[in-house]
């Protein structure tokens, strides 16, 4: 009797190690790293950059603004060498120490004089964002905002920017974030909604500067394939 559960055993496991690559191969993917923002060419995107900072920031700040330039690291990549490679710098400065902070955020171009907020759609399930970030040496928090597909506002923290130069910061996307809707008819991403730099209290707020070069993702673009895809985001106005 003992001998018989032992082989039953046996076959059970061997079922479920022959199962896993099975279930393995049923999760396609199709990982791909794109540009969000590049910031080489402001004329051109969607979208412009504006800056809004806290309470207690000193009149006439923040600054943004654009500089030619790009981390030594890529351009040894760059293929093209008639240049034209651009940077988007902030300046800004509080009047006191404590928990200030500054967001940066895309706005829609075609709003005319009134500044309306432009959500970056991500594409496919996004893993990882990268940003090429110039440091001073300060310690501040950089964080990033994404918005869910269920509309919920969440904050990802990249770190402290108390580095010298240039340096590529990086961070993964929460596996709580939910990026993609159940449900056919509803959001299928999410979108960026800005940068923000936070001061740590102990640190000085009256001389900061900081660049940002090549906002990056890793995603998966796979898209499951069924009869009536198509019929996804049918609108039913005239």
Known sequence: MKQGGLIIAGLVLMFALCALPLAAQSRSVNYETYIVDD???PDESEWTWVAAGSKFKTEGFP?????DGMPNALRVMQSSSEGGYKILGLEVKFDRKGDNWVDIVPVRKDSGDEVVPYEIPFKGRITRLDLWVWGANYSYALEILVRDCNGRVHTIPMGLVNHEGWKNMSVNIPTNIQQVSPYL???????????????????????FYIFFDQFKALTDTFMPSYDGFELVGTSFAE
């Open 185 to 207: 008819s509803g959001i299928q991403q999410m979108s960026f909604v800005a940068f923000r730099l936070r001061t740590l209290p102990t640190e000085r707020v009256d001389n």
């Open 39 to 41: 910031f080489d060419s």
């Open 63 to 67: 600054r943004l603004k654009y500089f």
